[in-house]
């Protein structure tokens, strides 16, 4: 008995050194990060499997984790919290019970999750691209009227559109939309991307060579999720994997997410650049063109349109770059952003503020998002 047990102990230990990523030194709460890593490693591991097996597909079985840690509206002494819709988008009101002498600042918040967990709009694998976009715009456009702002006592000049990783391209993609449409009367003071994701045309730029085994999300976890919100096709995932899967007529793109010219050199390094490969035979999937998936495909004369903009990135994270071009390419048509880089942060970490795995690292990022909204909107 003891003999089996030593032996089923080796080999999970074995398991687990094989799949686990290595936490960098400077990496605070290392120990607390490597069961993490640990555990979304194991879940991803068993979602795949159960999909190879035809028992359930890998997003809805990561989903129903995630839904775990669904939490309920819940009012307190401060802020009455309620769960209603805008048009039929469903959204969670936040308001606060304290009456204002002065119109409300207001947050427009779109939560992440790969297009595909969470609650509060339409989502992947099921509703692909455009839909999550359009569901997100709906509810931004439904809440800018005047008639809306007026009944929530909100000051039209001081509003912010906000997100975290997936949320922040849905946000990011309506802000474009809304800034550049004549018809909107009220358009955003500022904008809040969290570990954005922006484009989804190169998949082989320096954070996602790096952080190809990357904490929590790897670079094949993020190119699965990001696949099945663009595309049914089965060999969609391998071919972004091999960065060979953008059709021959979208070269004229490139020159916008070039991360040669785009990146700083410090993030640049010794990595050589080299250009997606074109041409997939007998292929046509527009939404890789659309600048509603990748904000990065605007052209700069969209950007210039762009409100303050707030951008915090994170060291370790396949998406990095996706941030710091987008830093790049808004402060070349003079559009005003504010970067916040995390040193030794990993993607993802707001979503650990609660017991019993909350991240320092999670709080300190909440910190530094609200003392620049505090100030700036
Ligand atoms: C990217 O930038 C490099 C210069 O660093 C240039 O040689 C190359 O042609 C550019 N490619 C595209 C697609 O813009």
């Known amino acids: 008995m003891g003999f089996k047990a030593l032996c089923l102990g080796l080999l999970f230990g074995f398991f687990v050194s094989y799949i686990r990523t290595p936490i960098p030194d400077n990496v605070e709460e290392s120990w607390k990060i490597m069961a993490l890593d640990i555990t979304a490693k194991i879940l991803s591991l068993m979602a795949m499997c159960f999909e190879k097996m035809g028992i359930i597909k ?27 819709a805008f048009i039929d988008i469903p959204v969670r009101l936040y308001l606060p019970k304290r009456k204002s002498e002065i ?15 969470g609650s509060f709009y339409r989502l992947a694998p099921q509703h692909k691209f455009p839909v999550p976009f359009e569901d997100v715009l709906t509810a931004a456009k439904f809440f800018l009227q005047d008639k809306i702002l007026t009944k929530y006592g909100v000051d039209p000049t001081r509003i912010c559109i906000s997100g975290d990783s997936a949320g922040s391209a849905l946000a ?22 969290i570990y954005p994701v922006l484009q989804l045309i190169d998949s082989s730029l320096p954070s996602y060579r790096e952080n190809e085994h990357g904490i929590v999300l790897t670079r094949d976890i993020a190119i699965k999720l990001a696949s099945s919100y663009l595309s049914e096709d089965e060999a969609f995932p391998q071919a972004i994997k091999r960065n060979r899967y953008m059709p021959l007529e979208s070269k004229h793109l490139f020159k916008f997410v070039n991360w040669s010219i785009l990146l700083p050199e410090k993030y640049r390094k010794d990595h050589v650049y080299t250009e997606p490969i074109l041409g997939r035979p007998g292929y046509s999937l527009p939404a890789l063109m659309d600048d509603r998936a990748s904000p990065l495909l605007a052209s700069d004369s969209q950007l210039q349109n762009l409100p303050l903009t707030y951008i915090l990135t994170c060291e370790y994270d396949v998406l990095r770059d996706d941030g710091l071009m987008f830093v790049s390419r ?27 795995l909350y991240l320092r690292l999670g709080f300190r990022i909440r910190d530094m998002y609200i003392s620049w909204l505090d100030k700036n909107l």
């Open 58 to 84: 890998y997003e809805e079985f990561i989903s129903i984790i995630i839904s775990l840690d669904y939490t309920q509206p819940h009012s307190d002494e401060y802020l009455t919290v309620t769960d209603t």
């Open 103 to 117: 119109p409300r600042r207001a947050i427009i918040y779109v939560h992440g999750g790969a297009f595909c967990f």
């Open 172 to 193: 990011a993609a309506v802000t474009q939309q809304i800034q550049n449409d004549p018809e909107i009367k009220h358009k955003f003071k500022t904008q809040a991307l």
């Open 330 to 356: 808004l402060q070349n048509v003079g559009v005003q952003v504010t970067h916040d880089h995390i040193e030794n942060g990993i993607h993802g970490a707001l979503a650990f503020m609660m017991p019993p």
